[in-house]
């Protein structure tokens, strides 16, 4: 039986990870250009940060 080769898998992984991220980087760019919020950023118009009720009172 041959002996499995391990450099071999570790390249092909190596690649796949590297094509992955890539691909994510293009498709950041590609909404960067366009002008849509990146994945985990808050959008300009949503409830994330909403300052409008005033701060409550230390009395």
Do not use: T
Not at 23 to 34: G, L, Q, S, T
Request: hydrophobic share 25%; glycine share 6%.
């Amino acid at each position: 039986m041959a002996k499995p080769n391990y450099s071999f898998e570790k390249r092909q992984r190596e690649l796949a990870k590297q094509k992955k991220k890539a691909e994510k980087d293009a498709e950041k760019a590609a909404r960067k250009r366009a002008g849509e919020p990146a994945e985990g950023e808050p959008e300009a118009g949503s409830d994330a940060g909403d300052d409008s009720a005033p701060p409550p009172s230390a009395d």
